[in-house]
């Protein structure tokens, strides 16, 4: 498989994710939210505007990997997004409060991060 065409599905995979992710934060009732880590939650409004940014996301997502040459300012814009939701959550996790699914979620915005960088450097290459 080309590096044009790992790079496609990897961010239609990333936006399935998103997407997955925010409709889970808009549909998860707040008690439940305990399960994830987060104790004494009250209010929706954080909750639900955390999904609509993911879902917003997973539509840029899905635009950069329709055509990678022409939306390649997509691509950085996703760069930007992951590494820095990577540095966010990861401080968040260390200096105000361990919730084991932020620290979850840093690192899985870092490996997300880390797998687009390798392959659009590598398709700049070719």
Request: hydrophobic share 60%; no cysteine.
């Amino acid at each position: 498989m080309k590096t044009v065409d790992l790079l496609s599905v990897l961010l239609y995979l990333i936006a399935l994710h998103s997407m997955l992710v925010g409709i889970a934060l808009m549909a998860i009732p707040i008690e439940k939210l305990e399960y994830f880590g987060y104790h004494n939650y009250q209010g929706t409004f954080f909750k639900i505007q955390g999904g609509v940014f993911h879902i917003v996301m997973s539509g840029v997502y899905i635009l950069a990997a329709i055509n990678l040459k022409r939306n390649s300012l997509l691509v950085y814009l996703t760069l930007f997004a992951k590494f820095a939701a990577t540095v966010f959550l990861f401080s968040y996790y260390f200096f105000v409060d361990p919730i084991w699914m932020v620290a979850a979620s840093g690192a899985g915005d870092l490996v997300m991060g880390v797998m687009i960088l390798w392959l659009f450097l590598k398709l700049k290459r070719t």
